[in-house]
């Protein structure tokens, strides 16, 4: 699913927690909402690039020690 499409359907879901106010506070927590979503899409970005920074580092870790144990056996 795209960002764009993400952020839409996060502002959509937000909306109707809000359904049941008057039009005017809907109005005022409008751009609110849209700003929330917008957020959860960053947090949501943010927690991939985390995620992908551990795998590496554990990737690495594991490649130092296969290569600590070959050293180890080769010496």
Request: aromatic share 6%; hydrophobic share 40%.
């Amino acid at each position: 699913m795209s960002k764009i499409n993400n952020v839409h359907l996060e502002y959509e879901r937000l909306k109707c927690l809000f359904k049941t106010v008057g039009p005017t506070k809907a109005e005022l927590v409008d751009k609110l909402l849209h700003e929330a979503a917008c957020m959860m899409q960053q947090l949501n970005n943010l927690r991939e690039q985390i995620k992908s920074i551990v795998i590496y580092k554990y990737l690495i870790e594991v490649h130092k020690d296969k290569r600590k144990q070959q050293n180890i056996i080769l010496n």
